[in-house]
């Protein structure tokens, strides 16, 4: 399996630290809000790629973490007049709620920020020890020019970046470079204590802290949206390396980012959504297809067409998918050996899971992977009627439900037929009568009656009617 990294800028060879293992680590959001659709890339994208993992065999040791401490939280706890705390779980839950619609798995480990501050206050108190930190009234910093690699993950060169940076009149950094590790509390500001100040950490510690603690000093994989680059990750960079002197994760994978009609999502704009918002107006699994159409480092852009178009795609896998269960639950297949014709078409079948294998190992290439499951769908379509054996209905059935299963699609659900799809199937039904096949004939009636279809024969011809 090739995954491309950050890091080298180059699709490399995915091997992990153990074999048989991933540590894989995603930055989480900030709760203080609903999820915005947006957030809901990353989530769907490597759970899925997790999904993945696991179904060749890894055992993943999953953790994402969420940041309930930061001054959105603050801010909003303020507007409302709660504490912090309130507002963070009331929107942790509501982020647990949108991931379950998503089909997003619970992580294997979900620490959230503010139970973890004992681990930052150590490490923080390590890079001092270690000279890579220092304290003035109270806050602390890193000196950056103290880890020679920093840039290395953006490709930004810290004289360039100190150029372009200014030191406020009310920070007392030795270097417009340095970052802040910890920070005296303000009147009003949820605190702990330090030995440096009552106050709190800064954003970037706690990631290199929790990812440490739930999965080591070193890492397989670390993951998050490509606006994380710098300078969340490459201070988690610095921080983690200076204090542990190793290489912190060796593959870094970064989704691109969601435009909404081709403009950067905004509030000002008009042009933002919520998670919930648009689950009001789509099944949340065409939200997950749809992510997972695109590969996942090209830009993405959400528009009402695109999402439409998403829908009927998903529609008509899960329409073959409950053609073929149909097919599977009636009587009318035959209870024979597979045919030399059907071998063949079997062939064919397994030849199209081996390009999904194949695009799936290419940087995980969602898009094309989908494809093959779109030709197996065709090759279902055209092959498997009640004249086929049962065997052969079961063995791509099975393979279609799999390839979905992986992506974190659920094919069980029953969507709506969409209009072509009917007309197909009244089409064949009459052509079934025709033929005196009234066994295919009732069985394409009692098909579109469990989806909710109603068909009336009528001297004209057949009308039908979603009921
Ligand atoms: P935040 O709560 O802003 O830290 O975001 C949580 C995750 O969502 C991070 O991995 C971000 O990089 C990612 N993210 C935020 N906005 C977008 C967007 N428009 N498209 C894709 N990913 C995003
Ligand atoms: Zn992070």
Request: net charge negative; aromatic share 10%; glycine share 6%.
């Amino acid at each position: 399996m090739r995954i491309y990294n950050t890091l080298t800028q180059k699709k490399e060879e995915f091997i992990p630290l153990e074999e048989g293992k991933v540590r894989m680590y995603v930055c989480g959001p900030t709760v203080y809000n609903f999820v915005h659709i947006g957030n809901a890339r990353p989530a769907i994208i490597f759970d899925s790629f997790r999904r993945y993992l696991e179904y060749v065999g890894y055992q993943v040791n999953f953790v994402t973490n969420f940041t309930d401490v930061d001054d959105k939280i603050i801010k909003k706890a303020n507007e409302e007049g709660v504490s912090a705390t309130e507002i963070s779980e009331r929107y942790i839950k509501e982020f647990r709620t949108d991931m379950d619609a998503l089909n997003v798995k619970e992580a294997t480990v979900h620490p959230k920020a503010t139970q973890e501050i004992d681990g930052m206050i150590e490490m923080i108190g390590d890079l001092i020890k270690k000279g890579h930190a220092y304290e003035k009234n109270g806050t602390v910093y890193f000196k950056t020019r103290s880890f020679p690699d920093y840039g290395k993950l953006s490709k930004k060169k810290i004289d360039d970046l100190e150029a372009g940076a200014r030191i406020a009149v009310s920070e007392e950094k030795e270097d417009p470079m340095d970052f802040v590790l910890w920070k005296p509390k303000k009147e009003g500001e949820p605190f702990w204590t330090s030995p440096w100040s009552e106050g709190r950490p800064g954003w970037h510690i706690e990631c290199s802290v929790m990812s440490r603690k739930y999965l080591g000093e070193q890492i397989d994989i670390h993951a998050g949206g490509e606006d994380l680059i710098f300078p969340h990750h490459e201070n988690e960079i610095a921080q983690s390396e200076a204090c542990n002197e190793k290489e912190f994760a060796r593959y870094w994978m970064h989704n691109a980012f969601l435009n909404i009609d081709n403009k950067k999502m905004s509030k000002s704009e008009g042009n933002f959504f919520t998670v919930r918002e648009i689950c009001e107006q789509y099944d949340p699994q065409v939200v997950r297809f749809f992510m997972l159409n695109s590969h996942y480092r090209s830009p993405l852009n959400f528009s009402k067409d695109l999402m439409e178009a998403a829908k009927n795609s998903l529609t008509r896998i899960l329409t073959a998918v409950g053609q073929l269960e149909f097919l599977l639950s009636g009587n009318s297949l035959a209870e024979t050996k597979i045919t030399e014709q059907e071998s063949e078409f079997l062939k064919d079948a397994q030849g199209l899971h081996e390009k999904y294998k194949v695009a799936m190992d290419d940087d995980f290439n969602t898009a094309d992977a989908i494809a093959a499951i779109f030709e197996l769908v065709k090759l279902a379509n055209t092959n498997c009627s009640s004249d086929s054996s049962r065997a052969f209905v079961q063995e791509v059935y099975e393979l279609i439900v799999k390839l979905c299963d992986i992506l974190g699609i659920f094919t069980k659900k029953e969507e709506e037929l969409l209009d072509a799809d009917i007309e197909k199937l009244i089409e064949e039904r009459q052509t079934a009568r025709k033929n005196k096949n009234f066994q295919r004939s009732d069985e394409i009636r009692n098909l579109l009656l469990d989806q909710g279809i109603v068909l009336e024969d009528t001297r004209e011809g057949v009308r039908w009617k979603r009921s």
